[in-house]
Structure formats: C-alpha cells, structure tokens
C-alpha cells in the first residue's frame, strides 16, 4: 500500500524490452534505498512494481504486458523521468489517501490552465469511471493523491479537473505534462465498494418488487 505522497521524480538508467516484458533500472538517492529489498513494493509512476535486483542506488523492475497495455509504463526509456513511492510500513503518516498502486487505466490530459501559482489539469477518462469521481473526492494521478475538483460527463467519455499545488508540481511530473499526454488513474477503492454495494442493493430491491 502507499500513501499517494510521491518522494520526487527519478531517472531510468536502463529500458530494455524482451518479448512482452519491460526491464527497467531506476536510480534512486541513498536514503530512498535504505532497507529496501528484493521483493518488496515500489510506485513508479502510480504502479505497483517489485523490486527484482538491487545493484547499490540502481533499482531494477520487470513489467509484464499486462501492465504495459494498462499503464503509461511502456512509455518508459532511458532517460525518462518517474515519480516514485515506497510503500508506507505501519506507524506512518498517511499524508494522502489509501492508494494499492492497482491502476484503473490511462486518463488523457485535455487541456492545462497556468495562472501564477495556479496549475489545473483537466483529465479525460472513460465515462464509466465517472459515477466513481466525485467532486472534492480522491483520485490518485500517477501515483499523486489529489482531490477532484470540477467533474463532467456526457456519453461515453467523462472528464475532471485537479488542482496542483507548487509542491506537487516540485515532487511530481505533472507539471511537465502537456495537451494528449497519458496519466496512470488510479480510482479510490473505497468509493468503488461503495458505489458497486449500493448499485447492488438498489438492483436486488428492484427484484424483489417485480
């Protein structure tokens, strides 16, 4: 689990694809490297990838097609910057909100409005996902937790707007994004149980009275 606080953006040093699956080596500070182990849980970029080598601050990941057909992940070369997370250990602060690093799919960025220290993305994503965005509800953008701001959806597409904080902006590539750029989304489990138990409920209810 993580927490959606990502610690900064980091380079790849090495991209390599072999048949349908993506290794790749992130260096990471020393102090981001402290206790880590093969196996454990690392966000890159909103997705949940395990460690399989550790060759001193060079990290090294392998990606299957599963998760390059779902994720921005296949985008990765060397050189490319990513956002990442360790996974929060128990006595943590929970800065965000509860986020698996399981991505929903990729959102597609519509438009960016730059004002001072104002900077909102609005986020295209299938219309589907919609009933679970919910104005001043969690999303998490590439491993981000944000709140949603504004919310539309007409047919099959569904759009929102976050609002990014200079910090965010420091921590995180979502400055650097621009108009058709691909973002992990990630939708809050928690909404989701929600909606598909009440969906449930009122589906039985109906039934019932037949």
């Given at each position: 689990m993580f927490t959606g606080i990502?610690?900064?953006?980091?380079?790849?040093?090495?991209?390599?694809?072999?048949?349908?699956?993506?290794?790749?080596?992130?260096?990471?500070?020393?102090?981001?490297?402290?206790?880590?182990?093969?196996?454990?849980?690392?966000?890159?970029?909103?997705?949940?990838?395990?460690?399989?080598?550790?060759?001193?601050?060079?990290?090294?990941?392998?990606?299957?097609?599963?998760?390059?057909?779902?994720?921005?992940?296949?985008?990765?070369?060397?050189?490319?910057?990513?956002?990442?997370?360790?996974?929060?250990?128990?006595?943590?602060?929970?800065?965000?909100?509860?986020?698996?690093?399981?991505?929903?799919?990729?959102?597609?960025?519509?438009?960016?409005?730059?004002?001072?220290?104002?900077?909102?993305?609005?986020?295209?994503?299938?219309?589907?996902?919609?009933?679970?965005?919910?104005?001043?509800?969690?999303?998490?953008?590439?491993?981000?937790?944000?709140?949603?701001?504004?919310?539309?959806?007409?047919?099959?597409?569904?759009?929102?707007?976050?609002?990014?904080?200079?910090?965010?902006?420091?921590?995180?590539?979502?400055?650097?994004?621009?108009?058709?750029?691909?973002?992990?989304?990630?939708?809050?489990?928690?909404?989701?149980?929600?909606?598909?138990?009440?969906?449930?409920?009122?589906?039985?209810?109906?039934?019932?009275?037949?």
């Amino acid at each position: 689990m993580f927490t959606g606080i990502t610690r900064g953006t980091f380079p790849i040093t090495v991209a390599e694809r072999s048949g349908q699956l993506l290794r790749f080596t992130v260096e990471l500070p020393a102090a981001m490297v402290e206790g880590l182990q093969i196996g454990a849980s690392v966000s890159i970029d909103g997705v949940c990838q395990t460690v399989v080598e550790i060759d001193g601050q060079h990290i090294t990941f392998e990606a299957i097609e599963e998760t390059l057909r779902l994720t921005t992940l296949d985008e990765l070369r060397e050189g490319s910057q990513v956002a990442v997370e360790r996974s929060f250990k128990v006595g943590d602060e929970v800065g965000g909100h509860e986020v698996s690093g399981h991505v929903s799919g990729t959102g597609t960025i519509e438009s960016v409005h730059e004002d001072g220290d104002v900077h909102d993305l609005r986020i295209g994503v299938p219309g589907e996902w919609m009933k679970y965005i919910l104005e001043k509800g969690f999303v998490a953008v590439d491993g981000s937790s944000l709140t949603v701001g504004e919310t539309s959806h007409e047919g099959e597409r569904g759009a929102f707007v976050v609002h990014l904080i200079p910090e965010t902006l420091r921590l995180t590539n979502l400055g650097k994004k621009a108009v058709g750029a691909r973002v992990n989304i990630e939708l809050d489990a928690r909404t989701v149980a929600i909606v598909e138990t009440v969906e449930r409920v009122l589906a039985e209810r109906e039934m019932c009275s037949d």
